[in-house]
Every structure is written in structure tokens, then in C-alpha cells.
């Protein structure tokens, strides 16, 4: 059977997991990574922000990927530089100056993963009809999740195994080289899953068509119409309130995304939970993944119920409650892990269930219109450098206030997110049922 002919349950899950697995690499386990190497929670939670950007971007390149060879040639290229970069990660971390070189080299991942999310979306469009998307979309998210659970569950709990077994804790140096070692053996394992994805893919994938006579236009014409997209993007009505509202909704989301995992790893001397790799990983992969899946599927049906202008605001006041409940874990530092893994399950739900609605509100309010798709990504985008710029400045404010303080200082940054939500105009009217 020809690639172009294979069911597409042959690919479509596994492209979305090789399409989750970077982006929570780099969003979140390298932030565990370099805590338990010893760098400052300021310069990881600055430069794991910043080498997030090629997802705010990827819409000012997405036009020449339709002019050049076939959407399977990105996807597969995109998944074997990634997983050599992971490789070359992994050796990196025995460097003196294995922080500068980690940070490159994840950020040439993160422009890898960032093309890839492009052309895998651009194979899903091009080979399924409008009923198969459908029928195939719960598994493209499935598959997309279970990426999250692996990288965030189960990656992190391998390497606070492997840290046990390499380190005997009988001095800090020999602590440092079992870490070293942890990591090593997480990231090589990660390349590995990274280059079988791209070999598989190379044989099985369909090519999602390739580049037509009519779409290998000029650079310039491609700039030009990109261009065009932008401008029509910011002469919708409402538009920069709405722009306004995309960036504050996660405002304080931004804060505390870097410092959540830091703070729970960090000694209770300092003001931490004092919990190694394991029991994190155990938190995120089971606890955390189950209540995200249930807060997304209820705020599915209760916003189907009673429409998304009616529960907007209420949406933004579950997505904000885990604030609270960090700010008390920092105040009392509980050691029950009842009461921690409690915590996790709420911001999981909390960001599963209003996260919901911001997403609903960029494709029913900001996207319709020309060019509904490319609209949808540049919004996704600015959503995405919403989260970058505070998350950037989280470790310097963190540093400087403490956990405790720091926490207090998120719930103050949920207030204009409550503020623009309840006042933020609809365009369009939810649909009558």
C-alpha cells in the first residue's frame, strides 16, 4: 500500500506525539534540568522563555513552506534535526559551559519543532477531507497530551530514578556527575525517540502535496500576501482590545509557568516543597494529565451549554484559582502529599477548563473572517508571547521576593485578567441551538 493510501490512524498519532514531545521538553522538563544542575531560577526561567519565541513566530515563515518540496519533506527533515539535537544536548551537559551551549542548542529544537508544527498541520489539512479531519481530531489531541504526559510524567521520574542509581549522595560532586549522567541518558533517550519518529514517518507519512506550479511563487510575492494577511489581521473591529485581552488572560499564568516546577523542586530552607524528580514526574504524568483532561471536557460541555459570552468570565475565575492554592503551599509548606499533589490537580483543572475558553474566543471572535486559518495562528501567537515576556522576567521577580511573595504577586497580576474579561466586547453572537 502506497503512503498516500494508509489509514490514517497509521500517522496521525504519532506525528502529534513527535509534534508535543519538544515543545514540553523545552517548556518545562529542561526547567528541571538545569534546576538540578545548579542554575540560578533567574537565568532559567529568562532563557527558557526566550527560546519559546519560534512558536510566537512561526506564522512569518509558514507562507515558504508552500512553495518549496513537499510538507512530509519538512516534517520528516524537522524530526531527525530534532532528535540529533536532543544528541548533541545530552553531550553538551558535560561542557564547562554547558548552560550557553544547552540554551543554543534548544533553541535551534525549538525553530525545528516550531516548522514542524506547521507542516504536520499542513499534512493533516491537505490528506484528510473535512469528515475525517473530524473523525481524526480526537486523536491528534490524544496523542498530543500523551506526549505531554511522557515528557512531563514519565521522562522526569525516569531521571529522578537514574539519579538515584548514578549518585550514592555521598558528596556534592558525586550528586552533580549522577545528575549529569540523568539527564544524559533522558536526552539521548529522547533523540532516540525523535530520529525513529522521522524514520518511520519517512516510509509511512503521505506527502500532504507537494508544491504546485501555482503556489511556487516569488519570495517577494509570498512576502507581499503575508503582509496582506497582517493587515487585514489588525482592521477587525475590536482588535486591539482584543489583543489586549489575549495577552492579559494569561498574565499571571506567564509568572508562575517557569517558577511552579522550580519552587517545587527548591529546599524547604529557601521556602520550596524540597521534592526530588520522581515525585514531580509522578504528579504532572498521572494526577496533573487525568485533571486536565477532565477540566478541558467539562468546560467543552458547559460552554456548549450556555454559550461562551455567559461563560467567559467564569471560565477566567477557574483558570486563576491555582494561584491561590500555590500561594497557600508557600506560605505553609505542607509536606502531605495530599495536599501537594491536591494543588497540581487544581492548576491542571483550573488551566484545562479556562484555558478552553480563550481558545474558543480566538476562533469564534478573532479568526473569522478572509483568512480564518492564518488569523487563528497569528492570535495563537500573540497568546504565546503573552505567556514568553512574563515568564522571561519570572526568576528575577522570584529571586527578589521570594516564593511566598512571589505568589502573592501573581494573585495582584490576575486582576486585569478578571478586568478585561468582563468587559470584553463579541463581534460575533454565540450560535442559537
Not at 489509514?7 to 526547567?31: E, K, T
Not at 533567574?42 to 519565541?53: D, E, K, P, V, Y
Amino acid at each position: 500500500m502506497s503512503s498516500n493510501n494508509r489509514n490514517p490512524i497509521s500517522w496521525v498519532p504519532s506525528v502529534y506525539f513527535a509534534m508535543g514531545l519538544p515543545f514540553v521538553v523545552l517548556n518545562m522538563v529542561s526547567v528541571l534540568m538545569f534546576k538540578g544542575m545548579g542554575v540560578s531560577d533567574a537565568q532559567i526561567a529568562l532563557w527558557t522563555s526566550l527560546i519559546m519565541m519560534p512558536w510566537t513566530l512561526k506564522f512569518l515563515w509558514s507562507p515558504f513552506l508552500e512553495i518549496f518540496k513537499t510538507k512530509k519533506f519538512f516534517v520528516v527533515l524537522t524530526q531527525l534535526a530534532t532528535g540529533v539535537g536532543f544528541g548533541l544536548v545530552a553531550f553538551a551537559l558535560q561542557l564547562p559551559s554547558f548552560f550557553a551551549v544547552c540554551i543554543g542548542l534548544l533553541a535551534i529544537i525549538a525553530f525545528s519543532g516550531a516548522t514542524h508544527d506547521i507542516a504536520a498541520d499542513g499534512v493533516y489539512m491537505s490528506e484528510l477531507n473535512k469528515q475525517d479531519q473530524a473523525k481524526y481530531i480526537g486523536w491528534q489531541g490524544a496523542f498530543y497530551n500523551i506526549a505531554k504526559i511522557v515528557a512531563s510524567g514519565g521522562l522526569v521520574w525516569l531521571a529522578g530514578w537514574l539519579l538515584v542509581q548514578y549518585g550514592d549522595g555521598s558528596s556534592p560532586e558525586t550528586q552533580h556527575d549522577a545528575t549529569v549522567k540523568a539527564w544524559m541518558t533522558v536526552m539521548l533517550i529522547l533523540g532516540g525517540v525523535m530520529l525513529l519518529l522521522g524514520l518511520y514517518h519517512a516510509r509511512i507519512l503521505p506527502s500532504g502535496g507537494a508544491a504546485s506550479k501555482q503556489e511556487q511563487v516569488s519570495a517577494s510575492e509570498t512576502l507581499k500576501r503575508l503582509l496582506e494577511v497582517i493587515g487585514d489581521f489588525f482592521k477587525k473591529k475590536h482588535i486591539w482590545y482584543y489583543i489586549a485581552f489575549i495577552i492579559i488572560y494569561r498574565l499571571a499564568e506567564g509568572f508562575v509557568m517557569k517558577i511552579v516546577p522550580l519552587f517545587l523542586k527548591a529546599d524547604r530552607a529557601i521556602g520550596g516543597l524540597g521534592l526530588n524528580e520522581q515525585e514531580i514526574g509522578l504528579y504532572y504524568g498521572t494526577y496533573g494529565a487525568a485533571a486536565f483532561v477532565i477540566g478541558s471536557l467539562l468546560a467543552g460541555y458547559y460552554i456548549s451549554h450556555r454559550g461562551l459570552k455567559k461563560t467567559l468570565f467564569s471560565l477566567c475565575c477557574i483558570f486563576n484559582l491555582p494561584f491561590v492554592a500555590y500561594t497557600l503551599l508557600a506560605m505553609y509548606q505542607p509536606e502531605s502529599g495530599l495536599l501537594i499533589g491536591g494543588a497540581i490537580v487544581l492548576e491542571y483543572f483550573g488551566y484545562g477548563f479556562g484555558f478552553v475558553g480563550l481558545t474558543l474566543f480566538m476562533m469564534q471572535q478573532v479568526a473569522p473572517g478572509k483568512h480564518q486559518m492564518a488569523h487563528y495562528a497569528f492570535a495563537s501567537g500573540i497568546m504565546n508571547l503573552g505567556v514568553m515576556l512574563p515568564g522571561s522576567i519570572s526568576g528575577f521577580v522570584s529571586d527578589w521576593l521570594g516564593y511566598e511573595s512571589f505568589f502573592i504577586f501573581t494573585l495582584f497580576a490576575t486582576i486585569p485578567a478578571f478586568l478585561i474579561t468582563y468587559f470584553v466586547p463579541f463581534t460575533y453572537p454565540d450560535e442559537k441551538k
